[in-house]
């Protein structure tokens, strides 16, 4: 599966081309300073046809009919909110790659990496 992370602001820019009823897209849509961009953003998914999966905070119902499927948040301060909206999303990549068969506690070229570090005392 092919991903990008894309900031709210440069959708317009090209990637927003490839959105369509096919195509689920994970937006992050926070009551923060980026708030009315990234809800731009969803409006503009789901203008055109997408299905938008949100990670938002509780009680965003404007967010929440929006989307495809959301995954609400507690709401906390604005310097935790990012931090709680990164565990979806590594529990989501973990789920999928678990469903693909791929070995999540092995990724590619790990232990060469690390093999050459050690015995060029690299770290």
Do not use: W
């Not at 404007?62 to 499927?69: H, I, L």
């Not at 092995?106 to 990496?113: H, Q, S, T, V």
């Amino acid at each position: 599966m092919h991903s990008e992370g894309i900031l709210s602001g440069e959708l317009k820019h090209g990637p927003l081309a490839l959105v369509d009823e096919n195509m689920p897209c994970v937006i992050v849509v926070l009551k923060d300073n980026t708030y009315t961009k990234c809800h731009n953003a969803l409006q503009q998914v789901k203008a055109r046809q997408g299905r938008p999966i949100t990670i938002c905070e509780e009680g965003d119902d404007d967010v929440m009919s929006m989307s495809y499927r959301s995954i609400s948040l507690p709401s906390t301060v604005d310097c935790l909110k990012n931090i709680l909206a990164v565990i979806p999303l590594q529990l989501l990549s973990f789920h999928l790659a678990t469903l693909k068969g791929l070995d999540v506690d092995c990724p590619r070229n790990l232990a060469k990496k690390c093999y050459h570090r050690i015995k060029y005392r690299l770290c």
